[in-house]
């Protein structure tokens, strides 16, 4: 009896505990809430067209784009049109990506891909974060660009998706977000893309052939 009352303690305590566990955590969760940050762009319609010239359809028009950063990273794009039944992309292995570049470092520029082996300057982030639709299904990717600096290959992640109606968000861990450090001029970007011949890093340095459709140009970094 002695040792039942003693674990009858342990796992009911009094009142006052309960609801001073319960306030701590409510003041945590603030914290928490507090201490996210959002950037939200709101983009035209109907400003949708490949490099080529030719008008884009409509799920690949953005209509507004956020970054909001907590202990996750996550990634919100609404576009103009339905994102079910996507058509299949052309190309021997093609794809429309929904694009979130991240410049963390403006001091640096990291080469390859997603682009041309070894070419610079066009595409200047350490990160980024892309929904990709290959006439299949959609995939999350988290993608570190940071190696190709000292000769390296970029270093490719799964991170989940979510698609509904017209909207997409991207969720990176905490685990993979806490290696984002943006240093003063960061920035943050959102696009669409078409790319016929997407080639992952582990299989080669990059593609240079894609589309981009839309975009919303640079941003601050989320204050």
């Known amino acids: 009896m002695k040792n039942q009352n003693i674990q009858f303690k342990r796992t009911t305590p009094p009142a006052r505990t309960v609801g001073s566990l319960l306030g ?36 690949l028009d953005i209509l507004a784009a956020s970054f909001t ?19 299949r992309p052309p190309g021997n292995a093609g794809e429309f990506a929904w694009h979130f570049p991240l410049s963390t470092d403006p001091s640096t520029d990291p080469p390859g891909f997603p682009v041309a082996p070894g070419q610079k300057g066009k595409f200047t982030a350490e990160f980024f974060a892309d929904a990709q639709w290959d006439g299949t299904a959609f995939t999350g990717v988290f993608v570190d660009r940071r190696p190709t600096l000292t000769g390296g290959m970029a270093l490719q992640y799964s991170i989940p998706v979510s698609v509904v109606g017209s909207r997409i968000i991207l969720t990176v861990p905490a685990v993979l977000a806490a290696q984002v450090q943006p240093l003063p001029g960061a920035t943050w970007n959102c696009s669409t893309v078409l790319d016929p011949n997407y080639i992952p890093p582990q299989y080669a340095s990059g593609d240079n052939g894609f589309h981009e459709a839309d975009t919303i140009g640079r941003q601050p970094w989320p204050q």
Do not use: C, K, M, N
């Not at 603030?30 to 400003?47: E, F, K, N, S, Y």
């Not at 950063?69 to 058509?87: K, Q, W």
């Open 24 to 59: 701590a955590l409510l003041v945590l969760l603030a914290a928490l809430t507090a201490r996210a940050q959002t950037a939200t762009v709101i983009d035209p319609q109907g400003d949708a067209f490949y490099s080529s010239g030719h008008e884009a359809p409509a799920f």
């Open 69 to 87: 950063i907590s202990d996750t990273l996550t990634f919100t794009v609404d576009v103009a049109g339905s994102l079910e039944a996507l058509p």
